[in-house]
């Protein structure tokens, strides 16, 4: 099983750029999320999705924009990249919602720079 | 609101001797505890975690921790430790207070292995 995929797994990027990292899962989980990792900050979720074509708002959103069409993807758009946002990326997946003692299945990540 | 604070953002051991990761907690309401651990330039994986009954819960790779209400702590321990333990570790608080839930990451704790 592939699990999570998120691609691509490094991007450089220079200020006002934008774009889309990619996540994917087929474990067919409802509940995905976003996360960026940043040192002595642990993770800190950006937005998250219920399923197909509901998402909402986490800890650190802005910036950050994220649609689900489908159950399987949840892209993570930057629209317009600034320093600010180099930082370590990850997409996780679970079958039920993070409170309810639900393992988290968590993608090999992204480290994205903006320069 | 739940937080968690891990105590040491850096761990060093040799090899063969006790591991002792700290974490402690704050949450309102009864919390689900975890363990993740993320070895370089992977993402996280589960390395156990607390629901109710047995205070004392056994993971992967020799790993337990122990829920103290008590105290508020999770405290991972291993008796002896090996060179692939070396990763760096996240204790995290989930709450269900919403239809996601909400899973809070402590800051991390790197753990450095001697031979």
């Known amino acids: 099983n592939a699990g999570v995929t998120q691609t691509p797994k490094f991007q450089v990027l220079k200020t006002g750029q934008s774009m889309t990292l990619q996540c994917a899962q087929d474990m067919n989980h409802e509940y995905m999320s976003w996360y960026r990792q940043d040192p002595g900050m642990g993770l800190r979720l950006i937005h998250y999705?219920?399923?197909?074509?509901?998402?909402d708002q986490g800890e650190v959103p802005n910036g950050y924009n994220v649609s689900r069409s489908t159950t399987e993807d949840f892209p993570l758009r930057l629209l317009s990249a600034a320093p600010s946002q180099t930082s370590v990326y990850f997409c996780?997946?679970?079958?039920?919602?993070?409170?309810?003692?639900?393992?988290?299945?968590f993608g090999s990540g992204t480290q994205l720079s903006v320069l | 609101a739940q937080s968690v604070t891990q105590l040491g953002s850096h761990v060093t051991v040799s090899e063969g001797a006790l591991v002792l990761l700290r974490c402690n907690y704050s949450s309102s309401v009864p919390p689900y505890l975890f363990w993740y651990v993320q070895y370089p330039n992977q993402g996280l994986q589960l390395l156990l975690k607390?629901?109710?009954?047995?205070?004392l819960v056994k993971g992967i790779n020799g790993f337990e921790a122990e829920f103290k209400k008590s105290e508020t702590s999770f405290h991972l321990t291993k008796p002896s430790a090996h060179m692939s333990d070396a990763a760096e570790y996240f204790c995290a608080v989930s709450v269900l207070g919403t239809s996601y839930g909400k899973l809070t990451f402590g800051q991390g704790t790197i753990l450095t292995v001697h031979p």
């Open positions: 999705s219920v399923g197909a074509g509901i998402t």
């Open positions: 996780a997946s679970s079958l039920k919602p993070q409170g309810a003692n639900e393992k988290l299945f």
């Open positions: 607390y629901t109710t009954g047995a205070t």
